[in-house]
């Protein structure tokens, strides 16, 4: 982390996800400057010491040290916990953490001070694998569509089944997971520092069931489904035989946000920072 001096300062950085506690847990508010909703970190030590057999998941692909944040449920955002400091993204390394060709939307949103809620800037739809990418936001969408922004929301839909190897040649794996690190943003001024009080989701039709402790035993989206049995049965489809769907890991509570529109006017939902 470091700073450029102009006529205005700006404030470099780069999340590494390396400096948490444990195998799994809730991103901590002001991590970076930023408050996370429907996101945890999952470190490495995890698949070296419990899921000894995973392999060539996006989880492992992406990962460039001790941890990195995983978006699940379908949705996660993270928003600046001062909405007068205005951020524009630069780079992260993602994957999908267990399917191919699955489509994540990231939609950006700046704060309007005079309505009090966040109004969606750009919303553009990347389709990823478990392979690891660079995702460039210079690049996403429109110039500038990812610059001078408050809230990223990112949204994962249903792509095809992922690899075979961690469950053997007769499994693959499923889920609706993004495993993301080294995410690099700038601050167009000073990185905001945690307070108390509340962020500022104001207008977000999200309903909050983020039960973190539930994550220790249930990473969203670990499940492999089996083919061989059913003969027939077509692997290029993951969705079509319930009984032969094993989901190793329940699913985090959690509401999809049900589309992205130009701007959410709803009712605010509050979440408290920790201090």
Do not use: R
């Not at 700006?10 to 991103?27: A, D, P, Q, R």
């Not at 089944?161 to 499923?174: A, L, R």
Request: charged share 10%; proline share 3%; glycine share 10%.
């Amino acid at each position: 982390m470091g700073a450029e001096h102009g006529k205005t300062q700006h404030s470099k950085e780069t999340l590494s996800f390396n400096s948490f506690t444990g195998y799994y847990g809730s991103m901590p508010a002001g991590y970076g400057g930023f408050n996370y909703v429907s996101m945890q970190y999952l470190n490495a030590t995890y698949w070296e010491s419990i899921e000894t057999n995973w392999c060539d998941t996006g989880y492992q692909n992406v990962d460039h040290g001790a941890g990195e944040a995983v978006a699940i449920q379908g949705y996660s955002i993270f928003e600046t916990l001062n909405v007068k400091e205005t951020f524009s993204l630069k780079s992260m390394v993602a994957a999908s953490a267990w399917e191919t060709h699955q489509p994540f939307t990231f939609a950006s949103y700046t704060y309007s001070e005079k309505q009090k809620y966040w109004v969606l800037k750009a919303s553009v739809t990347v389709y990823l694998s478990q392979t690891a990418k660079t995702i460039n936001f210079a690049k996403l969408g429109k110039q500038g569509d990812f610059a001078n922004i408050g809230l990223l929301l990112m949204k994962a839909g249903s792509g095809s089944y992922g690899n075979t190897c961690s469950y053997g040649k007769y499994s693959y794996t499923t889920g609706v997971q993004l495993a993301f690190d080294n995410l690099k943003a700038v601050w167009n001024g000073k990185i905001p520092h945690p307070q108390g009080g509340k962020p500022t989701t104001n207008g977000l039709n999200l309903h909050h069931h983020h039960h973190a402790s539930q994550f220790a035993a249930h990473l969203a989206g670990n499940g492999h489904h089996t083919y061989a049995a059913a003969g027939n049965a077509d692997p290029s489809d993951h969705h079509h035989a319930a009984d032969l769907y094993h989901s190793q890991l329940l699913m985090l509570p959690g509401h999809d946000p049900g589309g992205l529109t130009a701007q959410f006017s709803l009712p605010a939902v509050d979440h408290h920072l920790g201090t």
